[in-house]
């Protein structure tokens, strides 16, 4: 019988290295890569049954990535894998296509359950935080739950990067823009979430897990 083929996608080499070791016994591990950018381009080439990825990722975080290969056509199932015990974000990583979410200490005794659900069509939530997701779904107030922001794909790519302290020319060299289409960006950032400096924007986005800095 032929094996699913994993892709991982954390940028600490230890925790893949620990991955592999758990996942080679059962599946085929197509690849590692180490940032979100990297991970749309892999998951594109290599094909995988199965994308295990973290959420905070640099250049492009692991949410929006899978946004990215969703709205390319992927079939790939993905389990996020995170340090987040929070509701928000898997309520985002399942809005952006998820099959799975297990908290990085579960993973050796969760990780292989929820892939073996995903390539059966299912969905696996990590325990700890499956009462305070129905609640966000049903409306009621998670422990931890923060307010979403309301930025475009584009918006939210140009924001991480800002945040991890590329400059507009690098910026527009990685998205295939204008420096002058990024400062745009960045200008209507500020100005719709009424952010006045560099701090404040930073303070931002880490604080709603677009970037972890």
Do not use: C, W
């Not at 974000?89 to 892939?115: D, M, N, P, Q, W």
């Not at 779904?137 to 140009?158: H, I, S, W």
């Not at 690098?170 to 701090?199: P, Q």
């Amino acid at each position: 019988m032929k094996r699913a083929r994993v892709l991982l996608a954390d940028d600490h080499k230890i925790i893949t290295e620990g991955l592999r070791s758990l996942l080679e016994p059962e599946f085929e591990l197509a690849g590692t890569v180490e940032d979100g950018r990297a991970l749309v381009a892999a998951a594109q080439e290599l094909n995988p049954d199965v994308v295990v990825a973290d959420i905070s990722m640099p250049l492009l975080n692991g949410i929006e990535a899978v946004r990215q290969l969703k709205k390319a056509g992927s079939r790939a199932k993905v389990i996020f894998l995170t340090m987040h015990p929070d509701a928000t974000y898997a309520a985002r990583a399942f809005e952006a296509g998820a099959s799975g979410f297990v908290l990085k200490h579960s993973a050796s005794s969760e990780l292989l359950t929820a892939i073996r659900e995903a390539l059966k069509g299912r969905t696996y939530i990590t325990p700890m935080i499956a009462k305070d997701l129905m609640h966000a779904y049903k409306g009621g107030p998670p422990r931890r739950r923060k307010p979403g922001p309301n930025l475009t794909a584009r918006q939210r790519e140009v924001l991480q990067l800002v945040a991890e302290g590329f400059s507009a020319k690098e910026i527009a060299s990685m998205l295939n823009i204008s420096a002058r289409t990024v400062e745009f960006h960045k200008y209507r950032i500020m100005e719709d979430l009424n952010l006045r400096t560099n701090a404040e924007l930073i303070q931002y986005a880490v604080k709603h897990g677009i970037a972890s800095v």
